[in-house]
């Protein structure tokens, strides 16, 4: 077999693979034989037809066909590990020359995975953050819970609408004096203060008194999502059906009892301040941690095909699909919803996508570096957490890897994990 490699535009590279005549016509052989155990020929046994009729059946063609596909992965695989290609897209094949007698040419062009210089990975300074809880982190818990605890009540007769009230209200929007679809609502729940309308729409309530109405006026935002509003000025007429505001219960002991298993109102602020404290070291850890993995990315030089990151989004794109269908809803149904469009989409995850992928390639070349490998048992730990997650057994987790054929990514997922805990585990005292 010859090889030779040129190379292409955007990082791709096209190998030239000339296989022998005397491989070619073994391969022809094999051919015939497995089309007669594929197709019926009249008169003959599966199996049992001679090359001639069976040329002579399918076509000369749909044997050379077969021939290649017999001779050409080997060839192709071959050639990669010669000239020491690691591609990262399947092949792009053109067939030149394919005849019985004759050597056979073809060219495969495919993206090779970059080249990775690593820079500084191990004894990397990475400050953990200081960690300090205040006395208004505790009242802010507190706080929460109170809120949670509270009732509705009516607002006093001839109450006007204060930030915080809870408003039903009747409204209708005109734009340059005009009615337009689906600006008007009847008795709709509105929580001043809230941020659900437009922006200044709801503070211009605030003084309204019930059977009251209000014009507010307002400006819809340049990226209101129905673009024929965007930017335009706009006329509410409003009036306000009912107020009702929010009665808190005391903060004291017998919140403390409500809320918790604890009798008293000391008892809970201890246990919200521990459970803060370790959420905050929590949270620092992981951020000192997370810090490292990006410093070690950062201190690589590579040149990132456009094809691998294209792909990685394509992957996250798939990846958002499947969680909206978890949920019940389908990509095309959100994209409506949200007012976007797929090209919007990949533009937005793109920049992610471009680091995921860089930390992807940091974190590859320094298992090769330090002789990472993944072993049997860190496998079978992987399998347990995930069938820990999806409430399963690992018998059946590692039976659905199996059947969608991912032990591989399985594997280079968790050679991934191994390998950033390499670094996390050597970041300087």
Known sequence: ???????????????T?????????????RACKRLANRVNIPGFRKGKAPRMIVERHVGKDAVMQEAF???????????LEEQKIDPVTRPNIDIVTLE?????????????????????????????????????????QLKNFQDRQ???????????????DFTTLDFEGFVDGEAFEGGKGTDYPLQIGSGSFIPGFEEQLIGAKIGEEKEVNVKFPEEYHAKELAGKDATFKCTVRSIKQKELPAIDDELAKKV??????DELKADIRKNLQE?????????????????????????????????????????????????????????????TDIAKIREDYRETAEKNVKTDLMLE??????????????????????????????QQVQKIIKEQGRIGDLAASVLRKKTAQFIIDNIAE
């Open 1 to 15: 077999m010859k090889v030779t490699v040129e190379n292409g535009e955007n990082q791709q590279v096209t190998l």
């Open 17 to 29: 693979i000339e296989v022998e005549a005397a491989e070619v016509s073994k391969a022809v052989e």
């Open 69 to 79: 596909d017999l001779v050409a992965p080997k060839a192709f695989g071959d050639a």
């Open 100 to 140: 019985e007698g004759k050597d056979l040419v073809f060219k495969a062009t495919v993206t090779p995975r970059p080249e990775v210089k690593l820079g500084e990975y191990k004894g990397l300074k990475v400050e953990k953050a200081a960690v300090e809880i205040k006395d208004e982190d505790v009242e802010k």
């Open 150 to 164: 509270g009732k509705m009540v009516d607002a006093p007769e001839g109450a006007a609408v204060a930030d915080g």
């Open 260 to 265: 918790s298993t604890f009798e008293t109102l």
């Open 279 to 339: 959420n905050a070291e929590r949270k620092a850890e992981n951020d000192q941690k997370s810090a490292a993995i990006e410093q070690a990315t950062n201190n690589i030089t590579v040149d990132i095909p456009a094809v691998m990151i294209d792909n990685r989004v394509t992957s996250m794109i798939q990846e958002m699909a499947m969680r909206l269908e978890q949920q019940g809803m389908k990509l095309e149904q959100y994209l409506q919803y949200a007012g």
């Open 365 to 394: 070349e320094v298992a090769k570096a330090e002789e990472i490998k993944v072993e049997a048992k860190d496998l079978d730990a992987e399998v347990a957490a995930m069938a820990a997650a999806y409430g399963a057994t690992p």
